[in-house]
């Protein structure tokens, strides 16, 4: 995820770069290893470099997303402990942990770098706002330095490149809901947004092709019901954001942030299925600074695409975000005689209402027309 209302254009590959990218993300996979250094490292460099900074006096919130604009670093904390509170913003030369300890001074509020590059906002409760500092004391703002991200983070932040593209949670396993991986008792495989763009999946099948759980029987390209072979049973099973849906056709996975595949019985979490598993496709959701990212490229043969992702907060507290996709798609696959035509306008909600309640809302429109001659 890019902070900054920035335009980033690419150009992706062929096939054939496809596959070389699959090979690297596979190898990379089976390597399994985290720099935690590396990272605590590279959070110490970024720290201490300073830049010129220009945020006038304004709204805590206001003033952190000009702050995430500037410095580039991405920040995770609720809209709902901001409300109401001001900052005296900062102009001039600092580090970026100099410039957010100004942002913040007099709100009581603190923060915790977790990650290279990532910080978290927190506003201490109440109790822990009862026992202040005796007269005379200047407290300061606790600043934790550490290689792992706290539960709080969103899923986005998971399954970098930089951490191998292992993720420490699932986003859902029906009724137990959001788990860490650690803590689930069922074999999940989960396939991260940046690992899908880096091996620049055209459908699920690319993803399957790179699963260890899964072996692809029926292609989407086939224009049948795709179909999924996992430990030695058939399925095309499948949920969205944990909640079951039908069979689809034309599975598209712009707008997705990661797949995961249960391997095992599902019944318990999803109700009667196959026993081979279940697939879970889950939705992007708006981001907490502006994104704004335009992709033109390739899919192999004539399939000229472009896609834009945007996202954002619409309001100055924070409470209303949004995510829209729209890819366009037209053109020749490498098989012959196959076109692919499509139209994607995929859009996400988000409102806070309360501090424990959030409205979340999905519409998709997935034009998909494939052309081919009769496989039979």
Not at 309 to 337: C, E, H, M, W
């Amino acid at each position: 995820m890019s902070a900054g209302n920035e335009w980033r254009g690419e150009t992706r590959r062929s096939a054939r770069a496809g596959r070389a990218a699959t090979l690297l993300a596979t190898t990379m996979l089976s390597a399994g290893i985290v720099d935690a250094a590396g990272i605590a490292s590279a959070v110490a460099q970024s720290a201490a470099q300073s830049r010129d900074f220009d945020i006038a006096p304004q709204s805590l919130s206001t003033a952190l997303r000009q702050f995430a604009d500037q410095s580039g670093m991405q920040l995770a904390y609720r809209t709902s402990e901001l409300r109401g509170l001001k900052s005296p913003g900062v102009k001039g030369p600092a580090t970026p942990l100099q410039a957010l300890a100004r942002i913040l001074a007099g709100s009581s509020v603190s923060y915790h770098v977790t990650a290279a590059n990532m910080v978290t906002i927190e506003r201490p409760s109440p109790l822990a706002l009862a026992t202040e500092a005796p007269d005379g004391a200047v407290p300061l703002d606790p600043i934790d330095v550490g290689a792992e991200a706290t539960a709080n983070h969103s899923l986005a932040s998971e399954g970098k490149a930089a951490d191998g593209y292992r993720v420490k949670s699932v986003s859902s396993l029906g009724a137990l809901g959001r788990r860490s991986l650690l803590d689930t008792p069922f074999a999940v495989s989960v396939t991260s947004q940046e690992l899908i763009r880096n091996i620049q999946a055209m459908s699920p099948d690319d993803v399957f092709k790179l699963n260890p759980f899964t072996r692809t029987l029926t292609p989407q390209g086939a224009g049948w019901t795709p179909v999924v072979t996992i430990r030695g049973f058939n399925t095309s099973e499948r949920a969205e954001d944990g909640l079951r849906r039908a069979t689809n056709f034309a599975q598209v996975l712009e707008d997705k942030e990661r797949v995961e595949v249960l391997s095992g019985l599902s019944g318990f979490m999803y109700g009667a299925a196959s026993p081979a598993g279940m697939i879970n496709y889950v939705y992007k959701r708006p981001t907490i600074e502006r994104f704004n990212q335009l992709t033109l490229g390739n899919y192999g043969g004539d399939q000229y695409y472009v896609h834009g992702d945007f996202g954002g907060r619409v309001d100055d507290a924070g409470s209303l975000g949004y995510r829209l996709n729209i890819v366009k798609q037209d053109g020749g696959t490498p098989i012959d005689y196959q076109k692919i035509d499509r139209f994607l306008v995929s859009g996400a909600l988000d409102w806070q209402i309360a501090d424990k309640l959030l409205f979340e809302f999905n519409g998709v429109h997935n034009h998909y027309k494939t052309t081919s001659p009769n496989s039979y």
